[in-house]
């Protein structure tokens, strides 16, 4: 998940300013070379784990042999054991074919530039206005998870100094994001090729999102019979991340958005709304789709609800070009959003 988190400061705010009194925007903290080779780090790491993923992606299913079971420990390694086994016949896959390798570079370049305009967006946003926020954290997941990453996010340190500041950080980051993958998009679905007999994916159906749609529609692409390739599953992943970041909830990117557009309490409500609508989607698509999935998304916007919005330092209204920019957030959304985003076959 991609979003932006905004710390509390422990210190007593400010006077709010009077109604004409907008903050002026302070110049905000550069990195230090310190924080500049952690978050590399970072992101370096996420590029293998993502490298790795897409290799999984590209890879037909592999059958390691199955450890022998003989004792007690053999029984209490037997999963690290079969997990092992299996990374490794990705390794040696990988390593005999090397295009298989160039589609697992193609999957992580995608996604990361996906995430990193995402996370860029909101972090450039926060510079503009003088909040002090952190570089973004990427964070890597162990082999085997589907996308390679558990997302992306960057730390706010200050206070945020106006509504229309508010505004623009949290809607910068999910509308960079959505620009960034519309060609990654566009190239995935212009490539697609008919479903092998077997792929490491052959279990799972990837239900397409709006976008998609309107994409082959126009494209002449053929949605139904073809296999997921680097590019359309990078940038499948990153609409997914982005329809979740805008629900209107707590934190996320649209709960900064539904904070600024409407006021606090249409953002509570919005929020109740949001996470009762995706627990019963997470129902239903267990009961129609075989997939508990939406549970994840249910627990992560219940936990988002329990988070107290900070309210900026001044309330002043956002004017007419900002109405538009919501309308066309709105319709990211909508072209983002999957009900029910996989199908177990």
């Not at 090397?98 to 946003?125: K, N, R």
């Not at 982005?242 to 629900?247: A, F, I, P, W």
């Not at 997470?282 to 309210?311: D, E, K, N, Q």
Request: proline share 10%.
């Amino acid at each position: 998940m991609s979003e932006s988190v905004q710390s509390i400061p422990h210190f007593a705010p400010p006077p709010a300013p009077t109604p004409r009194e907008i903050p002026v925007p302070s110049r905000a903290a550069v990195p230090s070379v310190r924080e500049w080779i952690k978050h590399s780090a970072l992101f370096l790491l996420t590029f293998v784990t993502t490298t790795f993923a897409g290799v999984v992606i590209a890879s037909p299913n592999v059958s390691p042999k199955v450890p022998v079971l003989s004792g007690v420990f053999s029984y209490l390694l037997f999963v690290p054991d079969y997990y092992f086994r299996i990374v490794s016949e990705y390794f040696l896959v990988a390593a005999a074919d090397p295009t298989i390798l160039v589609q697992g570079l193609a999957f992580a370049v995608s996604l990361l530039t996906i995430l990193t305009a995402h996370e860029m967006g909101h972090y450039l946003a926060c510079r503009y206005y003088g909040v002090n926020a952190t570089l973004p954290f990427f964070i890597p997941a162990p082999p085997l998870f589907l996308a390679g990453t558990f997302g992306a996010f960057i730390k706010m340190k200050s206070p945020i100094p106006s509504r229309r500041a508010l505004f623009d950080i949290g809607l910068a980051g999910p509308l960079a994001g959505f620009v960034a993958l519309l060609p990654v998009a566009l190239i995935g679905i212009l490539t697609l090729e008919a479903a092998p007999s077997a792929t490491g994916l052959d279990l799972i159906i990837f239900n397409d999102p709006l976008l998609f749609r309107m994409i082959a529609k126009l494209t002449g692409g053929n949605l139904v019979e073809a296999a997921p390739n680097p590019y359309y599953m990078a940038a499948w992943i990153g609409l997914l991340v982005t329809s979740l970041n805008l629900m209107p909830v707590g934190q996320l990117d649209g709960g900064h958005g539904t904070f600024a557009v409407f006021g606090p309490p249409a953002h509570k409500i919005l929020g109740r709304l949001a996470f009762i609508t995706v627990a019963a989607l997470a129902l239903l698509g267990l009961l129609w789709h075989g997939s508990p999935s939406g549970f994840l998304y249910t627990i992560l916007l219940g936990i988002m609800l329990r988070v107290r919005h900070p309210a900026p330092q001044q309330m002043e209204p956002l004017g007419a070009w900002r109405v538009v920019v919501a309308i066309i957030t709105l319709i990211v959304f909508a072209l983002s959003f999957v009900p029910f985003p996989i199908t177990l076959t």
